[in-house]
């Protein structure tokens, strides 16, 4: 599985996550649920193609 999301978590190797899926429409979590170990860190500094945080 791969994830690819915002560095706003603080997430590092060797964490366990439990991702529940939500359904927007519902306003619910629906149940399903993926209990990841994160394997790899990629920290980026690009966002919808513009360096951001850099001098």
Same mark, same amino acid.
């Given at each position: 599985m =791969?994830?690819?999301r915002k560095g706003d978590r603080g997430y590092a =190797?060797?964490?366990i996550l439990v991702l529940k899926e939500y359904s927007p429409d519902e306003k619910r979590y629906t149940g399903r649920?993926?209990?990841v170990k994160v394997s790899?860190?990629?920290?980026?500094h690009y966002v919808t193609g513009k360096e951001v945080g850099r001098n």
């Open positions: =791969v994830e690819i =190797v060797g964490d649920e993926a209990i790899h860190c990629v920290i980026t």
